[in-house]
């Protein structure tokens, strides 16, 4: 079963623009992780964020958490044609089976030229 | 340094036939992962080494499914009888380690697409 639910499930941007995708879960979380995916291979690991932790940065990426709402954002700053792939978020479960990522249906993500 | 690696890149079988996937993980990596993703859906754990052990295999759907890593480095997926509903991406990852206090950061290989006709 899928535990992440991305939001939207389709963006179309212009180059330049930023991008925000969302993402809500269920259960109590060790951390959460977000992936791109090209063409529906290999996922690409991006970015992990601890559940003690509330913002993370790293280049254009910004990810925040939110663990009271049980949900966190994906903001892509300066997009760029190479950005249009698949983006899932991931939750390591808190307790023993963090180990064991749950991931969402995904956000398709098309940055025009 | 070489990433997670997984061979063959694409698999076409008929309905019936065994087949094996094979993952080769980031050397150093003790833990090790298999996931399917289904066209449209995220991935789905299937199973989970720590070293030559399957610590946790509740993702398999069913004993056609199992999977061994017999010196704790490269892993093969085996799937028998396979049918049609099991064409899917293969995705193997590997990490550092895995535990209640650990934050792992999984790496993934290309995949494996398998189609059963």
């Known amino acids: 079963s899928q535990q992440g639910e991305e939001d939207p499930q389709a963006l179309s941007i212009q180059e330049g623009e930023n991008a925000t995708m969302n993402c809500s879960y269920k259960?109590?979380?060790?951390?959460l992780q977000w992936y791109r995916q090209n063409s529906g291979r290999g996922l690409v690991h991006l970015i992990l964020?601890?559940?003690?932790?509330r913002e993370k940065h790293s280049g254009r990426l910004r990810v925040t958490l939110d663990t009271s709402k049980k949900s966190s954002s994906l903001l892509i700053t300066a997009s760029r044609a190479a950005d249009t792939a698949s983006y899932f978020c991931?939750?390591?479960?808190?307790?023993?089976?963090?180990?064991?990522?749950?991931f969402g249906k995904g956000t398709l993500l098309t940055v025009n030229p | 340094g070489a990433g997670v690696s997984q061979t063959p890149s694409n698999k076409v079988t008929e309905k019936g036939k065994y087949v094996e996937l094979r993952c080769d993980p980031i050397?150093?990596?003790?833990?090790l992962y298999w996931y399917r993703q289904s066209l449209g859906q995220g991935p789905e754990f299937l199973i989970y080494?720590?070293?030559?052990?399957?610590?946790?295999d509740s993702g398999l759907p069913n004993d056609r499914f199992f999977a061994v890593r017999p010196e704790g480095s490269v892993s093969t997926l085996k799937i028998q009888r396979t049918e049609r509903g099991d064409s899917a991406v293969y995705l193997c990852?590997?990490?550092?380690?895995?535990?209640?206090?650990?934050?792992?950061?999984?790496?993934f290989g290309p995949g494996t697409r398998l189609t059963v006709l």
């Open positions: 990852a590997s990490s550092l380690g895995a535990g209640a206090y650990m934050y792992n950061e999984q790496f």
């Open positions: 259960t109590s979380i060790n951390n």
């Open positions: 964020i601890r559940s003690n932790e």
């Open positions: 991931a939750t390591g479960n808190s307790g023993g089976s963090n180990y064991k990522l749950t």
């Open positions: 050397s150093g990596h003790t833990a």
């Open positions: 080494f720590q070293g030559t052990g399957a610590a946790d």
